[in-house]
C-alpha cells in the first residue's frame, strides 16, 4: 500500500496521555506543532512523575547523536540497548520537538509506562492484509483478470474510510466474477509474504503464551492456510462464493467487516477470560479502527492518517517486531554517552 510517509509528508501522529499509554501531538505540519502531550483533563501526571519510558527504534542503524538529542529533549535519566536497532529512554517527559526529528531521521517513537512488557497480555489481534501480509489479497486476486487498477483503487479509499467497507468488497468481489478458483492459490503461492518481523513477532508471543487472532475484511482461503502455516490460534474472514470452479462475485453470508472484527476481538478475549487492557489489536486501514478501539494498546502498522491519529502507537518504518521493541523487558544493556 502507498503511505503519505512514502512521498515525503509527515504522518500524522496520535495526541494524548492515556491510563494505558502516552501519545503525543502529532500534527500533518510539523510547524503546528505544540507542547500540548496531555491527558484529557490538560494535565501530563504520567511524565511529570517521570514514570514513562522513551522507545526509540529504526530499521537502520541509530547514530549516538540521535540518541544524545533525544535523550536532551526528553530530559531522560539514561538510554538503554534492547535490541540491533532500539534503545529505550528511561523516565522521559515529552518535548514537542521528538516528532518532528524522529520522523526526520526515519525513527519511530513511543513513551511506554515504565515496568509495561508482553508479559501483562494474552491477546493479540492482527488485521491481515498490508499488516501481517505485505499484499492486499483482493487487489492480486484482480491483477489475475486483469483489473487490478480498479479494484487496488476502491480498496485504497476503503482503507482510507471514504467509502463504506461492505459496500466497497461487494464491488470489488463483483469484479472477480467468472475468475478461475485456481487464482486464489497463485495468489498464496506466488504473492503472499509475510511482512517483516513477523516471525520474530509471532516467536515472541508465542514465548509468553499469548494468543493471536487474525481477523480481516478479505478472504478464509488466506487466512486459514496462514493460521496453519504459522500456528496461529484464531481466524475469522469472509468466504468467497464458488460455483463449477469460478468465483460467483459474490461473498457468502454476512460481510466480515469492521464491526465483525470488533465483536471477534471480545468474544475471543472473553473466552480466554482476560481483561480489556490485556489486549493489542493491530491494523493499518480504517476498517480496523473498531476493533483496536476494544483493545488496551492499538497498533497503527504503516498505516492510513486516519488510523494513525487514533492508535496509542505508530509504526511508521520498522516491522512488526517493533511491538516486540515497545514491549521488551526492563533488562537491557546501557549505552552512555561520552
Not at 507542547?35 to 530499521?59: E, K
Not at 466497497?168 to 511482512?195: I, T
Amino acid at each position: 500500500m502507498i503511505h503519505d510517509h512514502d512521498a515525503g509528508k509527515m504522518p500524522a501522529l496520535p495526541g494524548e496521555c492515556e491510563a494505558l499509554t502516552f501519545k503525543c501531538a502529532r500534527q500533518e505540519n510539523p510547524a503546528e506543532m505544540t507542547d500540548n502531550c496531555a491527558s484529557q483533563n490538560g494535565t501530563r501526571p504520567f511524565l511529570h512523575h517521570r514514570t514513562m519510558n522513551l522507545v526509540i527504534q529504526a530499521t537502520h542503524s541509530i547514530a549516538a547523536v540521535h540518541l544524545i538529542h533525544l535523550a536532551g529533549l526528553a530530559q531522560a535519566r539514561q538510554h538503554e540497548q534492547i535490541a540491533e536497532h532500539a534503545y529505550r529512554l528511561t523516565e522521559a517527559q515529552a518535548h514537542p520537538d521528538i516528532a518532528r526529528y524522529c520522523f526526520e531521521h526515519q525513527l519511530d517513537y513511543g513513551f511506554v509506562p515504565r515496568g509495561r512488557s508482553l508479559k501483562d497480555f494474552g491477546l493479540v489481534v492482527m488485521d491481515m492484509d498490508s499488516t501481517l501480509i505485505t499484499i492486499e489479497c483482493i487487489d492480486e486476486i484482480a491483477d489475475m483478470q486483469g483489473l487490478k487498477p480498479q479494484v487496488a483503487a476502491i480498496t485504497e479509499a476503503a482503507m482510507r474510510g471514504e467509502i463504506d467497507f461492505v459496500e466497497s468488497l461487494r464491488r470489488r468481489v463483483a469484479l472477480l466474477e467468472g475468475l478461475d478458483e485456481r487464482a486464489l492459490q497463485r495468489v498464496y503461492d506466488e504473492r503472499l509474504q509475510f511482512s517483516p518481523g513477523a516471525e520474530i513477532l509471532l516467536a515472541r508471543l508465542k514465548e509468553h503464551g499469548i494468543k493471536v487472532l487474525l481477523v480481516s475484511g478479505g478472504f478464509v482461503f488466506f487466512t486459514e492456510r496462514i493460521k496453519a502455516r504459522l500456528g496461529l490460534d484464531f481466524a475469522h474472514a469472509n468466504t468467497l462464493e464458488i460455483a463449477d470452479g469460478k468465483l460467483t462475485g459474490r461473498v457468502l453470508g454476512k460481510v466480515f467487516d469492521a464491526q465483525g472484527k470488533a465483536d471477534w476481538l471480545v468474544k475471543i478475549r472473553e473466552e480466554l477470560e482476560l481483561r480489556p487492557e490485556q489486549v493489542i489489536a493491530m491494523g493499518d486501514g480504517a476498517n480496523d479502527l473498531k476493533m483496536m478501539a476494544r483493545a488496551g494498546i492499538s497498533i497503527a502498522y504503516h498505516a492510513k492518517p486516519v488510523v494513525r491519529e487514533q492508535a496509542s502507537y505508530a509504526l511508521n518504518f520498522v516491522g512488526l517486531d517493533g511491538l516486540v521493541n515497545l514491549l521488551a523487558h526492563k533488562q537491557s544493556v546501557e549505552i552512555r554517552s561520552s
